[in-house]
């Protein structure tokens, strides 16, 4: 035993029966989808072969976004997808992350928060980049993507950006550019990021369910140039986009109900 697949269906069961309350929908839903994995109860493809005759019979994946056997293709298509969408010139690479104190929160209100904090940080970026001091065009042609986890595995909400470095002017029917090394200020856009994240859980009534020190804490945002057509960057994101924290190379050992 070693594959998350065969972990999940050794002691899946047992559990979701101890832990299964305080489990969000996606996960227990992830589980029961990754046990089932290349497994008959999956479904099955059969192959003719046109030279023997022979039938081959190959159980379907699952599907899910947070299956190791399942996401490798998907990646790359994601990866193409945005290698062919780029704009020329330079880009750059901003990240907003939430303060420990509201991570509880996130952990446990999930969808609402995620859909929040996307809200919140794209609308900042449109602002500030609407804003005659720094570009003063309406930005166009970025995407973001959220990851939950950091390098240590611990619950780490964070969205990255891949913003193009400046935007049309609607007057002009003109390209405006930012500078190659600077988009707009990380310190207005963390104040603002923050502003409208209140905002936008005040209006969800949600507000009341946040620690209130949250709002004392500052939001850190970082800004990185990442150069022409921000290759490294989108490849440098790819791998997460389908990739679950804890991948099958991760296992060292199974004994005992313990995982290392």
């Not at 989808?33 to 159980?59: A, L, M």
């Not at 809200?119 to 005659?132: G, H, M, N, Q, T």
């Not at 090394?181 to 207005?188: E, G, Q, T």
């Not at 905002?199 to 990442?226: E, G, H, M, T």
């Amino acid at each position: 035993m070693g594959t998350i697949a065969e972990i999940f269906r050794e002691y899946g069961d047992a559990y979701l029966e101890e832990f299964g309350d305080s489990i969000p929908h996606e996960h227990r839903k992830a589980i029961y989808r990754i046990k089932r994995c290349r497994t008959p109860d999956s479904g099955v493809n059969v192959y003719k072969c046109k030279k023997c005759d022979e039938r081959h019979f190959i159980y379907k994946g699952c599907g899910s976004r947070n299956c190791p056997n399942c996401q490798q293709h998907k990646g790359e298509e994601w990866l193409n997808k945005r290698m062919n969408d780029r704009l020329p010139g330079h880009h750059f690479m901003i990240t907003f992350t939430i303060p420990q104190e509201l991570r509880e929160f996130t952990r446990s209100t999930q969808k609402d928060a995620y859909d929040a904090m996307f809200e919140a940080s794209s609308a900042s970026l449109k602002e500030l980049a609407a804003d005659p001091r720094f570009i003063g065009a309406d930005l166009s042609g970025f995407f973001g993507v959220l990851h939950t986890w950091g390098r240590q595995l611990h619950y780490h909400p964070h969205i990255h950006y891949i913003v193009p470095g400046g935007g049309i002017d609607k007057q002009t029917k003109t390209w405006q550019s930012s500078r190659a090394d600077f988009f707009v200020s990380v310190h207005a856009l963390s104040k603002m990021f923050r502003g409208k994240l209140r905002a936008i859980l005040k209006r969800k009534k949600l507000l009341r369910y946040v620690d209130p020190d949250a709002w004392k804490k500052p939001f850190i945002v970082n800004s990185q140039a990442c150069g022409s057509n921000a290759e490294g960057a989108i490849k440098y994101l790819a791998p997460y986009v389908f990739r679950m924290a804890i991948s099958d190379s991760r296992i060292i050992s199974v004994s005992h109900g313990k995982v290392t």
